[in-house]
């Protein structure tokens, strides 16, 4: 399907119980009352950095700030990199931020991209540090050996947040050769991890990422939070978590794992201009390449060239315990959800659960993967719950691979324009017409549903439940679809739950919404 030997990064240098306590933690830290400094375009790195006598640079202030202090930067454009030098501590974070209702800008515009280790802001092995409400931009080089990042984390920092950034422009122009990367996490050290990071509401547009990805956590990375961030408009992969490259220095560390990505919106990943992919379109909207103890829920990708993988590139080394659920996954060009290596050199996709996902006429390219594609070695993995509706291909699960063991298929609802006999499903390299042949072979899907979902509004995309609708509380009761919904609604409603992402109510109310009501009132 894609040649991915062009799919590499170059070395920049749980439970669920366990995730959503890593999530708390990372969003309560009580700030100890310490100074606040500022920075401003008409300052001087001699004053003494208060609001009527600012500092000028940034990195001045990166230079000068203690445990618990917090840098307000007014808007204006600075053309500078900087490297954060100082860690907080636990209940004494450091904070640099742009300034309440104004905009500071890092613009790589007249820099050069170093050989080194490299990002508008560069976090090594610091900790306890905040980077919030920056805008970071024009950051480009034509060398196939520099690697130009908008914010890097490398090392084993840990206790980092990364918020409400705005990242864009940063860009490799070398060539096939070359990579680039809007937000960089790379645990190169072991066994001292980077750990307990959120990255949350940022937003990263317009990358030219070469070989590399919008934002990525590779190597060893473990407890995070990636949520309700904006990735669109790039030329190579959104949302990526990796292992097995070699990049912390004992394998037995070297992978991202017990995270959670979740409640982001990707779209318009597209490889096809990327001189890298030589016009080949390939780019995940969310991928996981050898990451573990994952889970990936209610995320909106679209118009991506797949939505999410699941698969490992390194031969004898897998993917495992990622949890796909709830997500609306619809319009991608080669596939909706994609697991397993993509040949028999690769690794493998083992001890996933795909549940609850919306999955909408994807495979737009009419490529022959269908919504679903298992590929290279992929067993013991379940696949439930879903609201699956295919294209005039009418084409479900493809299958071209024989290595397909203790897959469990059941649970899902499918409809196409084509109906029951005439849509099509690959299952271990063999073709079936019709959904009676199909279950019939393969013993899959025994308790699923060839019919209507009765979608609100297809037209609008609007993938609520009508009351009438076949999906409501047909789904398997498994736990492992989570409390909630898409929208953030309890996912049982009547001691039963529904297929699809999102659950019937009577009146669907984000959570959110409702607090807010709640909060008016």
Not at 121 to 147: C, K, M, P
Not at 179 to 201: C, E, F, K
Not at 252 to 276: E, F, L
Request: glycine share 10%; charged share 15%; proline share 3%.
């Amino acid at each position: 399907m894609k040649n991915k030997s062009l799919w590499r990064s170059v070395q920049l240098g749980g439970s669920v119980l366990l995730l959503l306590s890593m999530a708390l933690s990372c969003q309560t830290t009580i700030q100890a009352d310490n100074a606040t400094y500022y920075v401003a375009i008409n300052g001087r790195d001699t004053n003494p950095g208060t609001e009527a006598a600012p500092w000028r640079t940034v990195q001045h202030a990166a230079d000068t700030v203690g445990p618990g202090d917090t840098v307000l930067v007014r808007g204006g454009v600075y053309e500078e990199a900087v490297t954060i030098n100082v860690s907080g501590s636990a209940g004494s974070v450091i904070t640099f931020q742009s300034y309440p209702g104004e905009t500071a800008v890092l613009d790589g515009t007249n820099l050069t991209v170093p050989a080194a280790d490299n990002g508008l802001f560069l976090i090594d092995s610091q900790s306890y540090v905040t980077i919030s409400g920056f805008e970071l931009r024009h950051y480009r080089t034509t060398n196939a050996n520099r690697v130009p990042v908008g914010i890097y984390v490398t090392g084993s920092a840990h206790h980092i947040q990364l918020r409400h950034n705005h990242i864009h422009h940063i860009e490799t122009n070398a060539g096939p050769d070359g990579n680039a990367h809007g937000i960089a996490v790379y645990g190169s050290q072991a066994p001292a991890s980077i750990h307990d990071v959120l990255i949350d509401g940022n937003e990263l547009h317009d990358l030219k990422l070469g070989n590399s990805e919008s934002l990525v956590l590779n190597g060893n990375v473990e407890q995070f939070t990636v949520s309700h961030n904006l990735v669109h408009d790039n030329d190579n992969i959104g949302i990526d978590l990796i292992g097995y490259e070699g990049v912390a220095p004992d394998p037995a560390y070297d992978r991202a794992r017990d995270g959670v990505i979740r409640q982001n919106t990707v779209y318009n990943i597209d490889s096809g201009s990327n001189p890298a992919y030589f016009g080949e379109q390939s780019a995940d909207g969310i991928y996981v390449d050898g990451g573990t103890r994952l889970v990936i829920e209610g995320n909106r990708v679209y118009q991506c060239n797949i939505g999410v993988e699941i698969a490992s590139e390194h031969g004898g080394r897998d993917t495992s315990y990622v949890t796909v659920r709830n997500n609306l996954i619809y319009h991608n060009h080669i596939v909706g959800i994609a697991m397993g290596g993509y040949d028999r050199q690769c690794g493998s996709s083992h001890h996933n659960a795909i549940l609850n996902n919306t999955l909408y006429q994807n495979d737009a390219n009419h490529d022959g993967s269908g919504e679903i594609m298992l590929q290279f070695d992929t067993a013991d993995n379940v696949i439930k719950n879903n609201l699956i509706v295919a294209n005039d291909q009418s084409l479900f699960i493809s299958n071209p691979y024989t290595e397909n063991s203790r897959n469990v298929v059941d649970y899902n609802l499918y409809f196409s324009p084509l109906g029951p006999d005439d849509s099509e499903w690959q299952w271990k390299n063999v073709a079936y017409q019709g959904f009676a042949a199909y279950r019939n072979a393969t013993g899959n899907d025994a308790h699923s549903l060839f019919v209507n979902p009765q979608f609100v509004d297809e037209a609008t995309l609007d993938f609520h439940l009508q009351a009438g609708s076949t999906a409501v509380d047909a789904g398997d009761n498994t736990t492992d679809s989570g409390d909630v919904d898409f929208d953030g609604n309890p996912r049982s409603q009547n001691g039963a739950i529904d297929m699809g992402a999102l659950e019937y109510t009577a009146v669907t109310l984000n959570n959110f919404v409702y607090l807010a009501m709640i909060v008016t009132e």
